[in-house]
C-alpha cells in the first residue's frame, strides 16, 4: 500500500510564497489521480485541486485558483503544491491524498 509524506509547511508571511512537497512511496503514484486537502482549525477539511495522472489536467477550488499550482513528477513519485500570494486564511494542515489514502499532513502558518 503506497504511503505519502508531504513536507515543506512553515511560518510565511503574507504576500509570499511557499511550494509543499508529496513523496509517494511507490511508483502507483504515477498512475492514480492526486489531490491536495486543507484543514484550518475549526474547520472541515477543504478541497485544493486534484490532478490526472499525468497532469495534463488539473483543477482547483475558487478559493486557489490563480494562486496555486500542482505539479507532479512522476519519475520522482512526488507531487508538489506552488502556493503564492498567501493570505491568512490560508493557514492550515495541508494534506496530499490518493484514492482513500492520505498522508500525515503538513502545518502552514500565514501571519506576520
Not at 69 to 90: C, G, P, V, W
Request: hydrophobic content about 30%.
Amino acid at each position: 500500500q503506497v504511503q505519502l509524506v508531504e513536507s515543506g509547511g512553515r511560518l510565511v508571511q503574507p504576500g509570499g510564497s511557499l511550494t509543499l512537497s508529496c513523496q509517494a512511496s511507490d511508483s502507483s503514484f504515477g498512475t492514480l489521480n492526486m489531490s491536495w486537502y486543507r484543514q484550518a482549525p475549526g474547520h472541515q477539511r477543504e478541497w485544493i485541486g486534484t490532478t490526472t495522472p499525468t497532469g495534463a489536467y488539473t483543477n482547483y477550488a475558487d478559493s486557489v485558483k490563480g494562486r496555486f499550482t500542482i505539479s507532479r513528477d512522476n519519475a520522482k513519485n512526488i507531487a508538489y503544491l506552488q502556493m503564492s500570494s498567501l493570505k491568512s486564511e490560508d493557514t492550515a494542515v495541508y494534506y496530499c491524498t490518493q484514492t482513500s489514502i492520505w498522508g500525515q499532513g503538513t502545518q502552514v502558518t500565514v501571519s506576520s
